[in-house]
C-alpha cells in the first residue's frame, strides 16, 4: 500500500502493532507491518538487551519504541529515593490488596520486596530514566519513536529530529491533538475509550472523524493511526475511510502464540466478550482499560479506597497483581481467578489462537474483503 504511514516508515502495510513482548515486535515487522515495543519498564541496561535482540531478529525491517514520559504525575521530576516513595503509599490501600488476596486464598508474600522492585517503574513514569532511555533508544535503528502519555518531552523530539526519526503522540480528544500538533508531533495515535490500557473515554468512531476532520480544517496533514478496539481489517478499512492513514493496535497480540502473555489470562481472553472489560483507576491511577476479575470488582466497590494518582497507585497494585499471575500459573485456583492484564473490547473478536503472523495475515485478507464490499456498493 502507499500512503502517508507507510511512506514515512517505510512499511508495506499501515499496521502499527504496540507490544511489550520482543517476539511479537520482531514478527509483525518481518511480515509487513510495524512493531513498536513497549519499553515503559525498562532500565536503560535492560532496554539495550531488548533492542539489540530486535535488531538480531527482525531481518532488517523497520520497527519502533514507546515510553512514557506524562506530564502530570506525583513528584515528576523530583529526584525521590524508593523508600520516600515507598513511605507516600497508605497503608489503606496496601491492606486493601491483601485483603483480595486473602478473601481468595492467596497468600500475598512479600510484597514490599516486590514494591521496591517496581519502583524502577515509578521512576520511569516521573521522567527520572527519560534521557538515558532515549540514549539507548538512538543508538538503535529504530524508525519511530512513541510517546504514551502527554506531549512529547523536548528532548524526545529534538533526538527525534536529530536522527530522522518520526516522533509520535497516543491522544484521546480533538484538543490533546491540536496541541500535539502544536508542539511538532509527526504521528498522531488517536485512542478510542475502547482500547486496553490507559484511554480516554470518547469511542473511537467518533475520535477518528473528530481529529481528522480538525486536522483538515486547519490545513494540517499529520497523519493519524487510529487505535481502540481494532481487531481486524474490516476495522482498519472503516478507520481508514474516515482519515485515518493506518491503525495502532495492542489488544489483539496478546493471545498470539509469541505473546509472553500469561496462559491463564491468554485463555480468558480468548474466551471473553467484549463486555468483559472495565475502564478504571485502580491500576495505575489513570484511567486504564483491563479484563475484569475479582480483582478489579473489588477495587470498583463502594468501600474501596479511591486510587492514588500516578505512579503511587501502581505500586499499590503491580506487585499483588504479579504475585497472582505467578500463583494462577500453578494450583492456585484464587489466584486464577484473580488475575487479570489490560485489555481492550476488542477481545470479544479475539476467538482463537493463532501466530502474529497470522493475525497480520488476517487484516490484510479481511480489509481486502471490506474494500471490495464497499467498492461493490458503487458498481452500476
Not at 33 to 49: K, S
Not at 303 to 331: F, H, N, Y
Not at 336 to 342: E, G, P, R, S
Amino acid at each position: 500500500m502507499k500512503n502517508p504511514i507507510c511512506d514515512m516508515l517505510g512499511i508495506e502495510f499501515p499496521l502499527v502493532a504496540f507490544s511489550h513482548c520482543r517476539d511479537v515486535v520482531a514478527a509483525v515487522s518481518k511480515a509487513g507491518g510495524m512493531g513498536v515495543f513497549g519499553g515503559v519498564n525498562c532500565t536503560p541496561e535492560t532496554l539495550e538487551e531488548e533492542l539489540s535482540w530486535i535488531d538480531d531478529h527482525v531481518d532488517g525491517k523497520p520497527y519502533g519504541l514507546d515510553i512514557i514520559v506524562p506530564n502530570k504525575v506525583e513528584g515528576k521530576g523530583e529526584q525521590i529515593d524508593v523508600d520516600t516513595t515507598l513511605a507516600m503509599i497508605p497503608e489503606e490501600h496496601k491492606q486493601f490488596s491483601k485483603d483480595i488476596m486473602a478473601r481468595h486464598g492467596v497468600d500475598p508474600g512479600d510484597l514490599e520486596e516486590l514494591r521496591r522492585e517496581h519502583a524502577v517503574g515509578a521512576d520511569n513514569l516521573r521522567g527520572g530514566n527519560a534521557g538515558a532511555l532515549l540514549e539507548v533508544a538512538f543508538r538503535h535503528p529504530i524508525k519511530l519513536i512513541a510517546n504514551a502519555l502527554g506531549i512529547p518531552p523536548q528532548v524526545m523530539t529534538d533526538m527525534g529530529r536529530e536522527h530522522g526519526v518520526p516522533v509520535a503522540a497516543l491522544i484521546g480528544t480533538k484538543e490533546h491533538a491540536m496541541s500535539q500538533v502544536a508542539a511538532g508531533v509527526d504521528i498522531l495515535i488517536a485512542v478510542g475509550g475502547e482500547a486496553g490500557g490507559h484511554t480516554g473515554d470518547v469511542a473511537t468512531m467518533v475520535l477518528i472523524p473528530e481529529v481528522c476532520n480538525a486536522l483538515r480544517d486547519m490545513g494540517d496533514d499529520t497523519p493519524v493511526l487510529a487505535a481502540g478496539g481494532i481487531a481486524t481489517g474490516a476495522q482498519m478499512a472503516a478507520a481508514m475511510a474516515m482519515g485515518a492513514s493506518g491503525v495502532w493496535c495492542g489488544s489483539v497480540w496478546l493471545t498470539t502464540a509469541e505473546a509472553e502473555t500469561n496462559p491463564v489470562v491468554k485463555e480468558k481472553m480468548l474466551n471473553a466478550t467484549s463486555r468483559d472489560t472495565v475502564r478504571a483507576r485502580s491500576r495505575t491511577g489513570k484511567p486504564s482499560r483491563q479484563l475484569r476479575s475479582p480483582w478489579t470488582d473489588a477495587w470498583e466497590a463502594e468501600d474501596a479506597p479511591t486510587p492514588l494518582a500516578m505512579p503511587l497507585q501502581s505500586l499499590v497494585a503491580e506487585p499483588p497483581l504479579r504475585s497472582i499471575d505467578k500463583l494462577s500459573q500453578g494450583d492456585n485456583q484464587g489466584a486464577k481467578d484473580l488475575a487479570t492484564y489490560w485489555v481492550g473490547q476488542g477481545v470479544g473478536l479475539m476467538n482463537q489462537p493463532m501466530s502474529t503472523a497470522q493475525v497480520v495475515q488476517g487484516f490484510k485478507e479481511d480489509f481486502i474483503t471490506a474494500y471490495e464490499r464497499l467498492a461493490a456498493n458503487l458498481e452500476d
